[in-house]
């Protein structure tokens, strides 16, 4: 239905030179560079689609052959990209937003920056995991110190020469260490958290900015 043109390769290159290069350059100081395709439609709004539950209905900036769990393409289940791509290319919709191969080269290449932009959201969300797990991990230790100084008793000799029990127990705080944090605002939040502890009763461990 939506044929597409068969413009020269000569022309085809000429428009890689003077359109697509000069933005992959970008790339390396900018990963929010895009191809930019003035004929991209919604396959939702194109197909008159009622499925509300499809994650690309309603959406007007990522195209549907870009996402995961369009279930409703040419009446048929789509998964992840890799499964989905090559029946994405013989689609009415994906045509007419690729009326040339320059087109269809430009989406290819976005969605390769698409699929690492989202990487990146994955990893520094992992990352944030990983930040909040290690402050628990510490809050752990901490308070298996507290513990074992809570039920272990100290004997000492008094002056008059006899021995005494003495129980102790113990306040920790704790604190995040953040890039580019100094070690004194490292410590005063530290110290911060101590207080805090002590003043919640002592015998505890408290986590700045969180307990």
């Not at 009622?50 to 048929?76: A, F, N």
Request: a neutral charge; aromatic letters at 8%; charged letters at 30%.
């Amino acid at each position: 239905m939506f044929g597409k043109q068969a413009p020269s390769g000569e022309t085809i290159c000429n428009r890689i030179r003077k359109e697509m290069i000069p933005l992959l350059y970008q790339i390396g100081c900018n990963d929010e560079v895009i191809i930019h395709n003035p004929h991209i439609v919604a396959c939702w709004e194109r197909k008159g689609c009622l499925k509300t539950d499809c994650s690309s209905y309603g959406d007007m900036e990522v195209p549907c052959w870009y996402r995961t769990g369009t279930y409703y393409c040419c009446e048929t289940a789509k998964g992840i990209f890799v499964e989905k791509c090559g029946g994405c290319r013989h689609c009415d919709v994906f045509k007419e937003s690729c009326p040339t191969l320059f087109e269809e080269l430009g989406e290819a290449l976005n969605h390769l920056l698409f699929s690492l932009r989202e990487e990146k959201k994955t990893s520094r969300k992992h990352l944030q995991k990983i930040e909040g797990t290690e402050m628990t991990m510490a809050w752990i230790l901490a308070e298996r110190v507290r513990k074992t100084c809570e039920n272990e008793p100290i004997e000492v000799e008094t002056k008059g020469g006899f021995e005494k029990t003495i129980f102790q127990t113990m306040s920790i705080g704790l604190a995040p260490y953040r890039k580019g944090m100094s070690a004194a605002a490292l410590l005063e939040q530290a110290d911060a958290a101590v207080y805090r502890a002590k003043a919640e009763g002592k015998n505890k461990v408290n986590r700045f900015g969180i307990d």
